[in-house]
């Protein structure tokens, strides 16, 4: 530990420390609260880029100051999750919505149960109309 860490840092380290659990904290109140995956889509992006953005900050800060360490892992971190968090989310996203609209979930929103995600896969209401009916069978 440094003895003589200035005053004026460590509210600073603190505050961004602070703001990054504070903002992951809201995320998972917001995930745990919300009903559907469609209304959980944007929390869990709050918690890891801008709550973990905010602990990564007074990382590398108190890493500078304290010289102990080199902050390019903490720099790596940050790109990573940059990177990769967007892109999960694009990809469960519409892994989830073509599986909905597949099984003619009630879960998925109306404005999206009649949309094409992939051209190769049926809309909802082109497979309602090739279901065949009670009467076809007669």
Do not use: C
């Not at 590398?60 to 940059?82: P, R």
């Amino acid at each position: 530990m440094i003895e003589d860490f200035p005053l004026w840092l460590s509210i600073v380290i603190v505050f961004f420390l602070l703001l990054g659990s504070g903002l992951t904290l809201i995320g998972a109140i917001g995930l745990n609260r919300a009903k559907s995956f469609y209304e959980r889509l944007h929390m869990p992006t709050l918690g890891t880029s801008w709550g973990v953005s905010g602990i990564i900050i007074a990382s590398i800060i108190y890493s500078t100051v304290s010289g102990h360490k080199l902050i390019s892992h903490s720099i790596l971190l940050a790109i990573f999750i940059i990177v990769t968090t967007p892109v999960t989310l694009m990809l469960l996203s519409r892994a989830v919505m073509q599986r909905d609209q597949s099984s003619n979930s009630s879960e998925l929103p109306e404005k999206m149960r009649y949309q094409k995600i992939d051209d190769s896969l049926p809309t909802q209401q082109e497979l309602l109309e090739k279901t065949p009916s009670l009467d076809d069978f007669k």
